[in-house]
């Protein structure tokens, strides 16, 4: 798999994200104005659901459970308690579509705040 288009501009509302599955794949479309972006669907914090757990406003994305924020298009983590930026897809748009890499699912490594030295 690599670049596929994935919906249409049109079907993903100003200052929200989009859950969808592109070929078994589970990627989140965002949109602030004509810019979008592409991630995976979970919060890098403790892989909560972010379309369920997020909120968007004024190009922000908070997960409502421990208020991680992030801005939606670059995926950087805002000033706050947020300590991991979010994966991002490359996205291009053409001719009304949205179109994502998805030639490497992204996925966060969740096993890496592990600090129980069991393994010396
Ligand atoms: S699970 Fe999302 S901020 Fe904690």
Request: charged share 30%; proline share 6%; glycine share 6%.
């Amino acid at each position: 798999m690599s670049w596929k288009t994935v919906c249409a501009m049109a079907d993903v509302e100003d200052n929200a994200i989009k859950l969808l599955n592109v070929d078994g794949i589970s990627v989140l479309v965002a949109r602030v104005g004509e810019q979008y972006a592409a991630y995976p669907p979970v919060c890098p914090h403790m892989e909560e659901p972010l379309e369920e757990s997020g909120l968007c406003a004024k190009g922000k994305l908070t997960c409502t459970k421990h208020l991680w924020q992030w801005d939606m298009i670059t995926g950087e983590a805002e000033p706050g308690p947020a300590e991991k930026p979010l994966l991002m897809y490359e996205v291009r748009t053409e001719d009304g579509q949205v179109i994502v890499n998805l030639e490497k699912e992204l996925e966060y490594d969740f096993d890496d705040d592990d600090d129980d030295d069991d393994d010396y």
